[in-house]
């Protein structure tokens, strides 16, 4: 979060949240749930995604956009609900004047959850732009030099989920496979460090067994809007007024068809292009 002037936010704005596509509505929803007054603007870049597989630059150009319209559109606090936009493009978000509201994040609640919690061995499991940007771990090491961090990219997670494979003998034999890996054996904690992994987390929650605590974002950060717009004085006060809008840059029947696994709600998605002209 940084200073932003209060002057300029407004109670009854909309929370702006933003990701790579439709993974980041299982972080919307987490927010509607912990906020019901709240109105919210959510915008999926779902014709640039997955993020996951882009190049810090081309993440940072699509991120700074976004903000700039979800500000345009009277947002007054923005969510970067994407892992991968966080760990490329949150400083440097805000650091720009043009997004003069707070910005909440995903890694940093995620990583002060892990240091609440007292954990030291640590894996992390994301996308492959997560993992090459070291974030998870440096930012750990910076509240923490004990910490242990082991973590591993597992880019067939996200088209799995997508295409609906999970809770069954596919997505099980996938999962196995990649948490094998000799590096997750004496982790205390995995942090799903992607909007996708929250569908799966029963699934590893039951391959690692009660050992090892499975911790993703979304009540983390859902939880850290609150006490940002709490402390900058910008919480919706009426009750009963929320409206939400679910925006994305390109749509697809298959989009329409997902958005509802993640938000765990029939939704309707808008086309809106923020890149045409
Ligand atoms: N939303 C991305 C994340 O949380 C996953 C999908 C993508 O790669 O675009 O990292």
């Known amino acids: 979060m940084q200073k932003r002037e209060n ?3 407004k109670k009854n704005g909309p929370i702006g949240i933003f990701d790579s596509g439709i993974g980041g509505l299982t972080v919307a929803k987490a927010i509607t749930d912990l906020l019901p007054n709240e109105s919210i603007i959510y915008f999926g870049d779902t014709k640039h995604l997955p993020y996951g597989e882009k190049s810090d630059v081309a993440i940072k150009h699509y ?8 500000i345009s559109q009277g947002c007054k606090c923005i969510v970067v609900a994407c892992n991968t936009a966080a760990t490329a493009a949150y400083e440097s978000l805000a650091a720009d004047e043009l997004i003069n509201v707070p910005i909440v994040d995903v890694v940093n609640p995620l990583v002060d959850e892990v240091i609440k919690l007292g954990f030291t061995e640590v894996g992390i499991i994301a996308t492959r732009a997560t993992i ?5 771990r440096e930012k750990l090491l910076s509240k923490n030099s004990k910490i242990n961090v082991k973590q591993m990219a597992t880019p067939l997670l996200v088209p799995m989920i997508e295409e609906g494979f999970y809770q069954n ?11 094998a890996h000799s590096s997750f ?3 205390e904690t995995l942090l799903l460090a992607c909007t996708h992994y929250p569908l799966i987390k029963d699934e590893i929650q039951a391959i690692l ?3 090892i605590k499975v911790l993703d974002s979304t009540l983390v950060a859902a939880l850290r809007l609150k006490e940002v717009l709490k402390k900058n004085n910008i919480e919706q006060a009426n009750k009963n007024s929320s409206k939400h809008k679910f925006l994305v840059s390109d749509l697809t029947d298959s989009f329409k068809r997902t958005a509802a696994h993640f938000y765990r709600n029939e939704i309707d998605l808008e086309w809106n292009d923020i890149w045409k002209g």
């Not at 991120?63 to 979800?70: G, V």
């Not at 003998?169 to 948490?179: A, D």
């Open 63 to 70: 991120a700074h956009k976004i903000c700039h319209f979800l």
């Open 169 to 179: 003998n596919i997505s099980k034999e996938i999962i196995q496979k990649y948490l």
């Open 7 to 9: 002057s300029l936010l």
């Open 132 to 136: 090459r940007s070291d974030r998870y």
């Open 209 to 211: 067994g009660n050992q």
């Open 185 to 187: 054996k004496d982790v």
